[in-house]
């Protein structure tokens, strides 16, 4: 016979309703999720640890530059600090939707994450530039992987690691605009 098109779809909102009803403790996830919760939970984990050591580090670069450009990386540096603490609290936010414990646990944290925490030795800012760009390029193509896992299995976590991933590019390109490269 030929091939299925959208007219050929048809709805069930009965059968739906009454699952609905029969699994209302679940949450948010229902039958139709297309992943193994416990591995996205994980993932989103270690997407946690990673804006965590992120925050740290952008955070700690921010008070530590010094030098002739010092005001205008560390304003950079204190803006996107803000922003890596944002994802971690969606990160974490999606976690609990997903019935799960967000894990911030500060003894893991660098075990668990995507990137290093660095500190240049001579609070050189172009060192601090070039370790955060490494960061977010790691983070950018780590993130890229998930989303793609992802999929259409998840469409809601999906559309929270974009959301993340675009502002991580941003990142990526404010250092390199700071870099001069």
Same mark, same amino acid.
């Given at each position: 016979?030929?091939?299925? +098109?959208?007219?050929?779809?048809?709805?069930?909102?009965?059968?739906?309703?009454?699952? $609905?009803?029969?699994?209302?403790?679940?949450?948010?996830?229902?039958?139709?999720?297309?992943?193994?919760?416990?591995?996205?939970?994980?993932?989103?984990?270690?997407?946690?640890?990673?804006?965590?050591?992120?925050?740290?580090?952008?955070?700690?670069?921010?008070?530590?530059?010094?030098?002739?450009? /010092? +005001?205008?990386?560390?304003?950079?540096?204190?803006?996107? $600090?803000?922003?890596?603490?944002?994802?971690?609290?969606?990160?974490?936010? /999606?976690?609990?939707?997903?019935?799960?414990?967000?894990?911030?646990?500060?003894?893991?944290? +660098?075990?668990? $994450?995507?990137?290093?925490?660095?500190?240049?030795?001579?609070?050189?800012?172009?060192?601090?530039?070039?370790?955060?760009?490494? $960061?977010? =390029?790691?983070?950018?193509?780590?993130?890229?992987?998930?989303? =793609?896992?992802?999929?259409?299995?998840?469409?809601? +976590? /999906? =559309?929270?690691?974009?959301?993340?991933?675009?502002?991580?590019?941003?990142?990526?390109?404010?250092?390199?605009?700071?870099?001069?490269?």
């Amino acid at each position: 016979m030929g091939t299925a +098109t959208t007219d050929d779809f048809v709805l069930d909102v009965t059968r739906i309703r009454e699952e $609905a009803r029969l699994k209302m403790e679940a949450g948010p996830v229902t039958d139709t999720y297309g992943l193994d919760k416990g591995r996205v939970i994980a993932l989103l984990n270690d997407v946690i640890a990673t804006e965590v050591v992120c925050w740290l580090r952008y955070t700690r670069h921010a008070i530590s530059a010094t030098g002739i450009d /010092r +005001t205008q990386v560390s304003a950079q540096f204190t803006e996107h $600090a803000a922003e890596e603490l944002q994802h971690a609290l969606r990160a974490a936010e /999606r976690v609990s939707q997903l019935g799960g414990d967000p894990d911030f646990d500060p003894g893991t944290l +660098t075990q668990r $994450a995507h990137t290093d925490y660095t500190m240049p030795a001579d609070r050189d800012l172009k060192e601090m530039l070039r370790s955060n760009l490494l $960061a977010e =390029r790691i983070v950018i193509s780590s993130y890229q992987e998930i989303i =793609r896992w992802l999929g259409e299995h998840d469409p809601t +976590t /999906r =559309r929270v690691m974009e959301s993340i991933l675009e502002e991580e590019e941003d990142h990526a390109d404010d250092l390199v605009d700071l870099l001069g490269v």
